[in-house]
């Protein structure tokens, strides 16, 4: 078989599946990651590079998120705001207090592919900060 025969999926074809991930049980990197990896679809066999086929994934409890090491102090996020002197920092911790859903929504949104899709993908990651979500039955068992 020639490399030009082989099969690609179709967008129309693509059937998304629910995925629920509970904060408390996993450091935020480690659940990251697998979040990026059934956001882009990569968990399937018909799994395409420039086609969106992944699935949604609802993560709960982002208040009681679990990390490792000297995290909390050590890691900064950086925003600017293009002014001179509007370089505004925030520790791990502090951002937590803040909002605990921007947090996994930023390292899994490095962790996607810088391209058009990302942004799609991005909306069907849904994170709030308790055990409390509008998709109880949608979760394949």
Same mark, same amino acid.
């Given at each position: 078989?020639?490399?030009? @025969?082989?099969?690609?999926? +179709?967008?129309? &074809? ?24 059934? !956001?882009?679809?990569?968990?399937? =066999?018909?799994?395409? #590079? /420039? ?8 993560? =709960?409890?982002?208040?009681? !998120? ?5 995290? +909390?102090?050590? &890691?900064?996020?950086?925003? /600017? *705001?293009? /002014? ?7 520790? !791990?911790?502090? %951002?937590?207090? &803040? @909002? *605990?859903? &921007? =947090? ?8 996607? #592919?810088?391209?058009?899709?990302? @942004?799609?993908?991005?909306?069907? !990651?849904?994170? /709030?900060?308790?055990? %409390?979500? #509008? ?7």
């Amino acid at each position: 078989m020639s490399e030009n @025969n082989k099969k690609s999926s +179709k967008a129309k &074809k693509i059937k998304r599946n629910w995925h629920l991930f509970d904060a408390r049980e996993e450091s935020f990197g480690r659940m990251a990651s697998k979040i990026a990896v059934l !956001l882009r679809g990569k968990n399937k =066999v018909s799994f395409t #590079p /420039y086609i969106d086929g992944g699935d949604f994934v609802v993560v =709960v409890n982002s208040d009681a !998120l679990k990390y490792t090491g000297n995290k +909390k102090d050590g &890691k900064i996020y950086y925003r /600017y *705001s293009g /002014y001179m002197g509007g370089m505004k920092e925030i520790n !791990l911790g502090d %951002q937590i207090k &803040k @909002n *605990s859903g &921007k =947090v996994i929504e930023d390292a899994v949104f490095g962790m996607l #592919p810088k391209n058009k899709l990302r @942004n799609e993908m991005m909306k069907r !990651l849904k994170v /709030y900060k308790d055990d %409390q979500h #509008p998709y109880g039955d949608k979760f394949e068992k």
